[in-house]
């Protein structure tokens, strides 16, 4: 069913916006005053300034306690952004995280793959233990949320890594959530050696599907759900390995999803660690682009398209920094020095159309970081740019602004979860269509944040929305005005 909402400013003298609701709810924000002396274009490190002392480890951006800014997790501790101008310390005791509202109560609860456990948000007060079923031995260094059978609540997918000196391979896992009360053991696997999990809706059949990066060369794996949380390993059938001739697979830490020629299909970032050894070059990154309905969603294997090589490549996240509506990629390093001593360090990859990419990494003075698996994207202090956790620090976006939305996708916790992770987002323009999708897990073990971002470059007309919920069911909404934080809700005419 179609459905159409729309904004009417009023009280602007004021700086009040008030809002008209027709089947769905959208509301919006006005952009925040400019600085009048803005800092030099590109990141800086506003850390201490905050007040955070970040450990280097995974990341996890998410709004624990609903006061509309996006709080971050890290280290097993929650740190409370105030209004985008410094953070307190909340809560800590959680080890690394993923976060969705799992009891549809309105209030983000967090999962943590080693050990299992989850977190319930007991109304942005405090957090309490879920007793968690009886499971398998497992370490695992990364997994994702998603409803992967349908029934409105979120579920949890972790992947199993190893016992590298025991010679053991540990089970991925799934884990359906009964209702919000507890989980459920549903499914395991212990083929391969699983890093990071990661999962879109890349064929727009209203289900979840989840990518597993594989370590040790063995082949990625890309689950097709059936809607009922039944997965097939359709990995070679859709050419999703992302490996190079002669491997049976590669070193992969982490993948990213996202829409990356802005054609609206999500594409694959296959994020691969790659030695020099005695078989040849082992395989490299690669992007793997979505060949759409037409083709089956077959991905066609693009290579590198730039992404110059590292060996200790490590996890990727894709957020689009400069605006300029095309999705950009932040991919980590592990070794300082690898082998024969060659330097290592994260970089900044900007997007330049057409699957090329280029090294902004100086231009956005983010040389020389150390190792870190950490890399997660959220614009904390709300001023319509991406803002890069890594490396324990957080770095403030300074490049020059374009026009934007920030979109935020909220479940009705019956039909839809109320998290909305697996909602997907598009806007069409003239001769390309952005796609963004809420997620609860991206690279090895990261999360960027749940709210949905939008460059829009030199666009500055209001723009349509077309909402893929989680179910299957389509949304639009007309005349989104720009420059601002949006809402739109899933009710039960969508």
């Known amino acids: ?213 594989n370590y040790r060369l063995q082949p990625n794996v890309l689950w097709l759900n059936d809607g009922k949380g039944q997965f097939k390993d359709v990995t070679a059938a859709r050419n999703a390995v992302g490996t190079s001739p002669g491997f049976d697979g590669g070193h992969s830490i982490g993948a990213a999803w996202g829409d990356f020629d802005n054609d609206g299909k999500f594409d694959l970032f296959v994020g691969n660690f790659a030695h020099v050894d005695g078989r040849g070059d082992q395989p490299k990154s690669r992007f793997l682009r979505n060949l759409g309905a037409e083709k089956g969603h077959v991905f066609e294997d693009r290579g590198p398209c730039g992404v110059f090589y590292q060996e200790s490549y490590a996890s990727p996240a894709a957020g689009d920094f400069d605006n300029d509506g095309d999705l950009d990629l932040f991919f980590t390093t592990v070794y300082e020095a690898a082998s024969f001593d060659r330097k290592n360090n994260p970089v900044l990859f900007r997007n330049d159309g057409g699957f090329v990419f280029a090294d ?59 998290s909305a992770i697996g909602a997907q987002a598009r806007i069409s323009l003239p001769n390309q269509t952005l796609a963004r999708q809420v997620e609860a897990g991206t690279g090895e073990g990261n999360q960027n944040d749940l709210l949905l971002h939008f460059g829009l470059g030199d666009q500055a007309q209001p723009v349509r929305l077309e909402i893929l919920w989680p179910n299957g069911k389509q949304q639009t909404v007309e005349n989104v005005e720009l420059d601002r934080m949006a809402t739109v809700r899933f009710g039960p005419g969508s």
Not at 124 to 151: H, Y
Not at 374 to 382: G, S
Request: proline letters at 4%; hydrophobic letters at 40%; glycine letters at 12%.
């Open 1 to 213: 069913m179609r459905l159409e909402s729309r904004i009417d400013r009023c009280f602007l003298s004021r700086h009040f916006l008030c809002w008209l609701v027709f089947g769905s709810v959208l509301t919006g924000r006005l952009v925040a005053p400019a600085q009048e002396q803005p800092p030099a274009s590109g990141f800086r490190d506003r850390t201490a300034e905050l007040g955070l002392q970040l450990a280097n480890t995974k990341a996890c951006w998410v709004d624990v306690d609903n006061d509309g800014w996006s709080d971050l997790c890290a280290g097993g501790i929650i740190w409370r952004n105030n209004n985008g101008k410094g953070f307190t310390k909340l809560a800590e005791g959680f080890g690394d995280v993923v976060a969705a509202d799992f009891d549809n109560d309105g209030f983000a609860d967090l999962f943590s793959w080693s050990p299992i456990r989850a977190f319930r948000n007991k109304g942005g007060q405090g957090f309490e233990p879920v007793e968690m079923p009886a499971l398998p031995k497992c370490v695992s260094i990364g997994g994702c949320c998603g409803d992967f059978n349908g029934d409105g609540f979120v579920d949890f997918y972790v992947g199993g890594y190893e016992d590298w000196d025991a010679g053991i391979t540990y089970p991925d896992m799934l884990l359906l959530n009964e209702k919000g009360k507890s989980f459920k053991l549903a499914w395991s696997d212990a083929r391969y050696r699983a890093r990071g999990v990661t999962a879109c809706d890349f064929d727009q059949d209203g289900d979840l599907d989840v990518y597993v990066s």
């Open 360 to 418: 902004a990494t100086p231009a956005a003075k983010l040389t020389s970081l150390p190792p870190t698996y950490q890399a997660a994207w959220a614009d904390f202090d709300h001023d319509g740019d991406l803002d890069l956790v890594t490396a324990g620090k957080l770095f403030e976006n300074t490049t020059p602004k374009r026009h934007w939305l920030t979109l935020r996708l909220e479940g009705d916790g019956n039909a839809v979860n109320r």
